[in-house]
């Protein structure tokens, strides 16, 4: 069974752009969820979709979103890139949202903001 | 806000040494604990987990141990070898998935 894959791996963009990054989850899983890794922060919750409907959002500005497509694939889109918003961004899909639903995480997107 | 503080940021442990790695948690509404251990360019992969009805569990060389009065856990890596030098993440979150809080990490560097 193929893992979450997540695309680009790699992107440089330069401040006040915008992007969007797409994460396909492990087949039959519902539940994707997104996370902000960095250094200083470390993994931050960014939201978590289940059957296209967001369920939980973390605390992060509007200029964060994100979608949920009838196949469970999920893109989320950044706006006005900020220079803090350089980062590695982690999916992670799921079966279901509950304890015994382990959750799977993909490479990351890795995204520089000049 | 850091809700879930995780100890130390970074370990050096002997081949065959114990690593200890220590979290504590501020809501009590957490009521599900899981461990992910990260390698360079991988994503997290879940090691372990516990609820707080439990006060340890172990797999294989990996052990949880849970203080619910003190809102504090903590992983046990016994033996520790080479392969499990990677970086640490202890985690909470309420009823499953939803929202999960990760602490910091803890990158274990595991020496012969």
């Known amino acids: 069974k193929a893992g979450v894959t997540q695309t680009p791996r790699y992107l440089i963009k330069t401040r006040g752009q915008q992007v969007t990054l797409s994460c396909s989850p492990i087949?039959?899983?519902?539940?994707v969820s997104w996370y902000q890794q960095t250094p200083g922060q470390g993994l931050q919750f960014l939201f978590e979709y289940f059957s296209e409907t967001q369920r939980n959002k973390g605390n992060f500005p509007g200029r964060f979103s994100g979608r949920q497509f009838s196949n469970s694939r999920s893109e989320m889109n950044v706006s006005t890139l900020e220079l803090g918003d350089s980062a590695l961004y982690l999916c992670?899909?799921?079966f279901g949202q509950g304890i015994s639903d382990t959750q799977y995480f993909g490479p990351g997107t890795r995204l520089t903001v000049l | 806000q850091q809700q879930v503080k995780q100890s130390p940021q970074s370990l050096i442990v002997q081949k065959g040494g114990i690593s200890i790695i220590n979290c504590a948690y501020e809501?009590?509404?957490?009521?599900?604990f899981p461990w992910y251990q990260q390698f360079p360019g991988k994503g997290p992969a879940l090691l372990i987990a516990?609820?707080?009805?439990?006060s340890e569990k172990k797999e294989g060389r990996f052990t949880i141990s849970f203080n619910k009065s003190a809102k504090q856990f903590s992983l046990h890596i016994m033996d520790s070898q080479p392969g499990d030098s990677a970086t640490y993440f202890c985690?909470?979150?309420?009823?499953?998935?939803?929202?999960?809080?990760f602490g910091i990490g803890t990158k274990l560097q595991v020496i012969p």
């Open positions: 087949s039959g899983h519902r539940s």
């Open positions: 516990i609820r707080p009805d439990v």
């Open positions: 809501n009590t509404a957490f009521d599900y």
């Open positions: 985690a909470a979150s309420i009823g499953g998935y939803q929202k999960v809080t």
């Open positions: 992670a899909s799921s």
